[in-house]
């Protein structure tokens, strides 16, 4: 079946870097994602979505892109800090499919002092 | 306003025995869900509820039922755990149960099926 996948489940960076954390989709009929961030023994935090009719996004330190063409979403994290290091998943929401999100299994970002 | 609670944190129960495990929102939000975190796994809906009076199955339902008691809560019951479900739980609620609406999260039952 499609599903939502991460090209890197472990990323390492240094405090003060930029981090990008990558996402491939397969589904075309995909018109909604979003990113969360699950710090250990917490829950999922969202931080950020984007609509299909979009191709990229700004928060405050994070900016999430999405290319339609290859199924691609990717998070960026300006600055980063200690407090980033945490396991950030991706999810699609499929048009017709009442808010069901289909979650990929996440990429452990570790921010290295 | 405290989000999404749940309750209890941790829990450890035999095979055979039962449980419910409860989660209450004050964002007064129509829609809630319950999920699964399995290692290795993404998050896996098992039961949700578009609004007070309806529930309805997810992806993985069996071993499971719920009841959506008022608005606010939306509780999940083990009728005779299995180690199968020994996972963390989660419940989530959005204010609709419609394409691109955020859903938000509690801070997770983690539950050992001994």
């Known amino acids: 079946g499609e599903s939502v996948g991460l090209h890197l489940p472990t990323l390492s960076v240094q405090e003060g870097d930029n981090s990008i954390i990558n996402c491939a989709y397969s589904n075309s009929a995909s018109d909604y994602f979003i990113w969360y961030k699950q710090e250990s023994g917490k829950g999922p935090q969202f931080i950020i979505d984007?609509?299909?009719?979009?191709d990229k996004r700004q928060g405050q330190r994070v900016t999430v892109l999405l290319n339609k063409t290859v199924k691609h979403l990717s998070l960026q994290i300006a600055a980063t800090q200690p407090g980033d290091s945490a396991v950030y998943f991706c999810?699609?929401?499929?048009?017709?499919?009442?808010?069901?999100?289909?979650f990929g299994t996440g990429t452990l970002l570790a921010v290295q002092p | 306003n405290a989000g999404v609670t749940q309750t209890p944190k941790f829990q450890v129960l035999k095979t055979g025995q039962s449980m419910t495990l409860q989660c209450a929102q004050d964002?007064?939000?129509?829609?809630m869900y319950w999920y699964r975190q399995d290692p290795g796994m993404g998050l896996r809906l098992i039961y949700y509820?578009?609004?007070?009076?309806?529930?309805d199955k997810g992806e993985v339902p069996n071993g499971y039922n719920v009841s959506r008691l008022n608005k606010r809560e939306f509780s999940l019951r083990l009728e005779s755990a299995a180690p199968s479900q020994t996972s963390v739980y989660f419940c989530?609620?959005?204010?609709?149960?419609?394409?691109?609406?955020?859903?938000?999260f509690g801070p997770g039952t983690r539950l050992l099926v001994l």
């Open positions: 509820s578009a609004s007070e009076g309806t529930t």
């Open positions: 984007i609509r299909s009719n979009m």
């Open positions: 999810a699609e929401n499929i048009v017709g499919a009442t808010n069901k999100l289909i």
């Open positions: 964002m007064n939000h129509n829609s």
């Open positions: 989530a609620s959005s204010e609709a149960l419609a394409e691109q609406e955020t859903q938000y």
